[in-house]
């Protein structure tokens, strides 16, 4: 059985390696990205051991196991960003240095393909007796890394290491062998991800027996006895065909909707469909900050009740901003809808982008939504997750730029640059795309066809966005042929050479308030412009104490982008309800300067209105 | 005992005759005005007798009074709009023809300076018996026309007799003669341009001493004893000092604080300052329309309980609509606050340009803000205030675009056209606007100072809008230098002809929602974009009843100018909550197409949402 077609759209992806960013917003941080981050996190799986455990499982060195039992998917995450970062511009010595950590991964595997240095060093006779241990999660981001080094340099030592492991789960594990439920989702989409760069379907029925494994009570480890965990805390307290809600570690669900995304594209499973639809309206609805966090506690890493969504104590890892990218680019894939691109847009701009200094060198892993003043970012951490995958997760953002429709292109997110991209007929299209996202609102989109060709270019107009206007080959578009269907500005024309669609959308100031379940947010708003989140920071008022600034939704604010300030950006600068002046800046730039304390909800200066707006 | 110098600003109006209109909005309008809307009111006051009583009154010619006893008043108001309008153009047929009307009302005018034709010919023996009898209110309206035509023509016959009426009942009522509460407040407005353009104290103090004679029980005809109207109706139940609340009927209430905020400006009694803060208060934050409006019922023509503001049955009486402008104009000019030229601007594109179809020949006296398709204007009223009101109101609008403060300009409205201002050290300066307002929120403003000089101008921040960049002499103003007080941007520097301050206002289309009192508009929304409020049409809506629309406030809509439809609109077009195709347009333009329903409040769409905007 398969879901109406009319639901699926099975879009594909255009990789980043089709994607050049050249606008003045990103590429400074991939540049950042490539200069500092890459190498700093290196120097520090170098630092702590964590590239050493490969040597010492792998017999080259003596010693003992450093650090944590899943320190292992750090090496592969950076790795993972290594090779996005050489498909962009080839590095001989960021690859030969990649080459060395390839050849102490390779070193650590066991005959039989077993691989994880915790085990290995530290209790080899105890391998697959506890799931929440990270066997499959350490696999599943080696797997990631070897498709991406694989895609990237051609290479296939990496590749063959990861595929003779997945071969050694799928030997032990399986329809008829033994449960499992891996404590942290991950393997499941790399896997699919193994299936796609080999041809393998035995990989993708793998990821698949995983995924219905849970909810079966087949979990066994520590997390499933601690009545403060249990089964929900790692998704295995339902079958996942029949999620409701989104429940326990924020990353894990995550990656976990991720995988079932990625099997719909090819089962078209509808009760697949039904579930992803309903816990993502659960998620993006009750669970989610307005920067895009996700997962509130700091206790499970995870959820709690709808609409618990404290600021201070707000965890939003890091990690999780970039899962829900993850999902929601691939819910956008599915689906055909703007409202998961807009979600991947929240994250990227926010909640994700928030979690790295503007230097690239300092990480947070929690992403609260005010502070005291004494939350600041860090170089690494002993569970260093977050830094790991930004390393990837920038790189690599060029990817939810664009998506190929059968009909076309759609143009999920608004970054300067160019694209080559083949539609489903061969032709091949070479887009240019000006703007000066996400300071303005205006997008010109030039479009070259190597043939003139009739072909559809649909344009998302941004949840943020009410007002827009659309100029395509120099005539402004009119009524229903520029209505906007699933969060997008269908354009069906016959397109030569040169042709331009001009979009101009407003990107007002926007003042968000809660709704009342939210009881963090009462008597409070924020203040978004474009798909840019707002903060007010110590740095800027330094005569007010923190939370005691309030501020009027009816206040008119300069918007000044001033190049001076946190490497560019645009801020918002009025007066308090005091008639003090005061200054918001971007989210996501927060803890940049000295320290101090931030809030993204202000206490509302209530007036009396008839109105609201 | 005067008012805070820091809350009185005393600013001075600009008058119209120096701002030329040039733009594409407004100019259209002025000239239908002049074309249509004049010559059709002056035939019709001939038709209708109106122009006779005063031949009659003077003994000219035979026959009997015709109407209703304030029709004089239509007469005045007509005379007053030709006046204004030989302001702007001179034309000889046009002045003739009002030169041949003031003979006739020079002839109706009594011996001893009396004249109201209704008790001239009707009931000579009843005259100052029945306060609710308008004779003083058209008395009123003779004066306003007296000075317009004086200062357009510079002939004095018809201020002439308005200053033998005035001192006729100078020489009847006042302190220690007999008491007087004129039941149609508009005599108190006329006195004191009575007293600008003449000098005459006496004419100031008489509209003070009739201001002062309200509330104290003096009133006396049919109303006051009508428990369903009573002295409230009349806002003769308090003393104007002691004023709370927005009582009775909505044009006599504007015109009583309209007179008010004329009187502080030359006393600051600190008591009519309060009162008037207060009542502006409780007018524009319970009792105001989206559109403007004010007045809810038809029963007294006027304002029942906070928050009763109905949609189908909303009387908003047009001239109220002006009445507000003509208040909010005169706070706006006092206290130096951008929040009244809000409201006028409010009023302008919405509540009062309303009541004029777009041929300037068809005139609504009710403008409610629904309507199931059987509301329509027409040519002419029994009671017919509300053409003879837009025939005044509509060729002056020039006043309200700028103000001469004590250091400067302030810059009210944005209408393309050029302005002379004289700055009070008699520096003349001239001013060029160029804008497309009210379709775009882009205004250039270009300076020639006769004189080069400090002086400061001041450019209003709409309360529409959120965010704003300001670029003076070539150069964005940044930080503090820029922010908004009390409604304006104020750029104090060293003026040169030629310099130019560029302001760009954020224009997005808002989404309203009423207060939870407002219980007519609950779960309702309403658009708005700048300045213009929408509605949507059946013309627009083949397939959709009445009533049966809903929206949903994530929709996106685009914005679309739209030349040929309704003489040149914005249209916003999206899709309905079911997926059809929808267009919001104007209010101001609404039923000048084929008859058909009408609904500004429109269903929500209700949708799960975390954060509402």
Chains 1, 2 share one sequence.
Request: proline share 4%.
């Amino acid at each position: 059985m398969t879901a109406p077609s009319s639901m699926l759209h099975n879009w594909h992806e255009v990789p980043f390696t089709k994607v050049k960013i050249t606008d003045a917003f990103w590429r400074p941080r991939l540049e950042v990205l490539k200069k500092v981050t890459l190498p700093s996190c290196l120097i520090k799986c170098e630092e702590t051991g964590r590239i050493a455990n490969f040597a010492k499982a792998g017999g080259l060195i003596e010693g003992e196991f450093e650090g944590i039992y899943f320190n292992d998917s750090d090496v592969y995450k950076v790795l993972e960003g290594v090779a996005y970062s050489l498909m962009l511009e080839r590095d001989t010595a960021l690859e030969d240095d990649a080459d060395r950590i390839i050849e102490l991964i390779a070193a650590a595997q066991e005959s039989d393909g077993y691989l994880c240095t915790y085990y290995t060093l530290v209790a080899p006779e105890s391998k697959w007796t506890d799931m929440e241990k990270h066997e499959m999660y350490n696999g599943g981001h080696l797997i990631e890394a070897a498709v991406a080094y694989y895609e990237a340099t051609g290479k296939r030592q990496l590749l063959d290491v990861a595929c003779r492991l997945a071969d050694h789960y799928d030997r032990i594990f399986g329809p008829g062998k033994r449960h499992w439920v891996e404590g942290h989702e991950e393997i499941e989409l790399a896997l699919i991800k193994l299936y796609r760069v080999t041809g393998e379907e035995h990989y993708w029925k793998f990821a698949c027996w995983l995924l219905e494994e849970r909810g079966h009570g087949h979990g066994v480890g520590a997390i499933w006895d601690k009545p403060e965990w249990g089964p929900p805390y790692c998704q295995d307290d339902v079958p996942v065909r029949e999620i409701e809600k989104v429940t326990g570690h924020a990353v894990r669900a995550m990656y976990l909707y991720s995988a079932m995304t990625d099997a719909v594209h090819v089962s078209g499973d509808p009760a697949y469909v039904a579930a992803l639809q309903r816990v993502w309206a659960h998620t993006a609805q009750r669970n989610m900050y307005v920067t895009g966090g996700i997962g509130p506690s700091h206790h499970n890493e995870g959820f709690t009740e709808d609409y618990d969504l404290p600021n201070e104590s707000a965890y939003c890892e890091t990690c999780a901003a970039i899962a829900m990218v993850f999902w929601n680019h691939r819910m956008n894939l599915l689906f055909g809808d703007g409202k998961f691109a807009d979600v991947v847009e929240r994250e990227m701009y926010n909640g994700a982008l928030a979690g790295i200094s503007l230097s690239g060198d300092r990480f947070f892993y929690v992403n609260p939504l005010a502070s005291q003043g004494d939350h600041h970012r860090v170089p690494w951490f002993d569970t260093s997750c977050c830094p790991t995958n930004l390393a990837r997760f920038l790189p690599s953002i060029g990817q939810y730029m664009y998506a190929r429709m059968p009909k076309g292109i759609a143009v999920n997110q608004y970054v300067q640059g160019e694209a080559d991209i083949m539609l489903e007929n061969g032709n091949g299209v070479h887009l240019k795309q000006r703007t000066s996202f996400p300071w303005s609102g205006g997008v010109e989109l030039e479009v070259f066809p190597a043939a003139d060709g009739v072909f559809t270019i649909q344009m998302r107009v941004p949840e943020w966005c009410r007002g827009y206007r659309v100029c395509v080959g120099g005539e402004w578009l009119s009524g229903v042929e520029a209505v906007v269907e699933r969060g997008y500005l269908s354009i069906e024309r016959h397109w030569s050479a040169g042709d331009t669609i001009l979009l101009e959308l407003d990107m007002p100031v926007e003042i968000f308030r809660a709704r009342q379940e939210v009881q963090a947010n009462e008597g409070r708003i924020a203040l978004q412009r474009g798909p840019i989140v707002y903060c007010i920071e110590q740095s800027d008022h330094d005569k007010l104490k923190y939370d005691e600034m309030t501020f009027s939704a009816r206040e008119r604010l300069l918007v000044e982008h001033r190049e001076d300030l946190l490497e560019g950006v645009t801020t918002l600068r009025g007066k308090d309800g005091l008639g003090r002046p005061c200054q918001f800046v971007p989210y996501y730039a927060w803890d940049n300067r000295q320290p101090g304390y931030m809030q993204v909800w202000v206490r509302e200066k209530q007036e009396e209105q008839l109105y609201n707006y």
